[in-house]
């Protein structure tokens, strides 16, 4: 075990027992930089536990990954966002999921929309394996100004090729509330 200690931060690395609870990493920061007139102790600057810069990978970069639950009592959440542009009416676009789980559609035709992402895509951009279970929150957004737009999945509906090209095991199947398959 590695230990840096002062007053009112803590950082311990390695394996430890904290009142019998295993433990691997432990980083307290409670102290404050200023007191104000009415005895609230507080800091000027934002604290930070823990900062990652992961980038240029060909195949992921994960800031963190692994197994187990996370437990916080604050907010953790991504702010990026991908923008999906609907130009062509009578269309469905693919789209996938590689930097962010939020899609913003600027759809500027009627009659078009987009398919959700397909299982392969999703393992891939998780990093998980075949038979691995998963659930991803995915929010899409139209823009403001567009027009109508629909979002597909698992469907029989013909290209222009009077194909069916998402009636295919790999796109989601849509359902409703109550789990039985939506729009049939």
Not at 18 to 46: C, E, H, I
Not at 48 to 75: P, R, T, V
Not at 136 to 151: C, K, P, Q
């Amino acid at each position: 075990m590695i230990g840096f200690n002062a007053k009112d931060r803590q950082a311990i690395f390695g394996t430890w027992h904290s009142l019998g609870q295993p433990m691997l990493t432990r980083l307290v920061d409670t102290a404050t930089d200023y007191t104000d007139s009415n005895g609230k102790k507080w800091g000027f600057l934002p604290k930070y536990g823990i900062i990652f810069d992961i980038e240029n990978s060909m195949s992921g970069n994960f800031a963190f990954a692994g197994k187990g639950s996370g437990a916080l009592n604050g907010f953790v959440d991504g702010f990026r966002f991908d923008k999906v542009k609907v130009d062509k009416a009578n269309t469905i676009y693919d789209v996938e999921i590689k930097d962010s789980n939020r899609l913003i559609v600027a759809c500027a035709v009627s009659n078009a929309g987009i398919a959700l992402p397909r299982l392969p895509a999703m393992r891939s951009t998780l990093g998980i394996g075949q038979d691995t279970p998963f659930a991803f929150r995915l929010t899409v957004t139209s823009d403001l100004g567009a027009g109508d737009f629909v979002i597909f999945g698992r469907n029989k509906n013909k290209n222009s090729k009077q194909e069916t090209p998402w009636d295919k095991e790999d796109y989601p199947l849509l359902t409703t509330w109550n789990g039985e398959q939506w729009g049939i």
